[in-house]
């Protein structure tokens, strides 16, 4: 017999794999059906703007809006709309106009944040006793496996444009996520992570100077990522590489799959170091600064005239290990700095920040590619890493109250 805990953290994760899944796959539908119809990289780019934008916002009010109704029902209000925002899109060409997109973007960006804000914060008040290591073991396996369904999801994408098109790809997507919305609503309890007092919404902004600290720190992380990841390497790929739609899905996909993996794997990884309690702030730092040589020794690489096609499958390995124990770490210091009544708040800002950092560089990425080409979003890609190495020099160890918050 499964544990309660044990079993309703199941439900969360499954629930959240389906959503992610989704969330990959229109992404990379958007991303290559625009570009099939002739908009530009930077024209691609503004397609994903409310998308980015509105996942401040929700990031901002959903974990105030969690602690007040419970993250049960804001993680299904999210796959309400994510179903809602993949219907949308599967109008004619005609009614696809960029205010249009945008538009149906802006939903899929509430409830993709929506739902990642529920189920991360979940994984704190879910995941029962055990201690510290348990909670960085759940929230890594969480995170890593999100990671590598969102690459499946890049694949299916990609697959699903080339083999079924377009408009059928969604429909499918979305009758897949409405069964799962109704299966999760059946099974989870009610209330969980709501708060005993309703908190007011100015609480939202985080008055603990290591949720700040790490906050700062995540935005120009993602943003390194994103600001070559989301526009200017798909294009690339497809436009200098000659790659079709399914190589470009497979090899994206391939990439965040093998991302995900190494995220979950971060607590053996690192067990060693840590003498099986979880990281502080020094591994966040020691791995910020050694992801700084990745993009920027790629687009050395490049202006060399080295093989773009193995430097970028070589690079793109190497960036995808170090980058994915990077975020697997500030994953977890978010709990684990955080008080448990307020988890869902504090997850909520700590995202924020993460949602403001890919709203900026995925306008970059195709901003950067059209003007710079993809070196030159590699140097921006390193600009931003040594921006997050340097903003972690403020986070602390988890202090022993903390470890015995994670241990409740």
Known sequence: MIEKSLRNYLVVTGGYWAFTITDGAIRMLVVLYFHLLGYSPFEVATLFLFYEFFGIVTNLVGGWLGARIGLNLTMHIGMGMQVVALAALTVPDAWLSVP???????????AKDLNKMSAKASV????GSGGESKLFKYVAVLTGSKNALKGA???????????????VALAVLAGMLLMVLVVTGVLLPSGVGKMKSKPKFTQVFSKVPAINWLSAARFFLFGSRDVWFVVGLPVFLYDVLRWNFAWVGAFLALWVIGYGFVQAAAPRLLRRSHHGQGPGG???RNWAFLLVFLPAGIALALGQGWDPQTVLILGLILFGIVFAINSAVHSYLILAYSDLDK?????????????????????????????????????WSAGFVLAAALLSLGLPEVTQEKKAAADV
């Open 282 to 284: 020094g591994t966040a």
């Open 124 to 127: 704190k008040t879910l995941s």
């Open 100 to 110: 249009y997109v945008m538009a149906a973007q802006a939903l899929s960006g509430i």
């Open 153 to 167: 999801g890049f694949f299916v994408g990609a697959a699903l444009l080339d083999w079924i098109g377009f408009r």
């Open 343 to 379: 988890v869902s708040m504090n997850v909520g800002f700590y995202y924020m920040a993460n949602a403001g950092g890919r709203l900026v560089c995925t306008l970059l990425s195709g901003w950067v590619y059209q003007t710079q080409g993809l070196e030159g979003c590699l140097w």
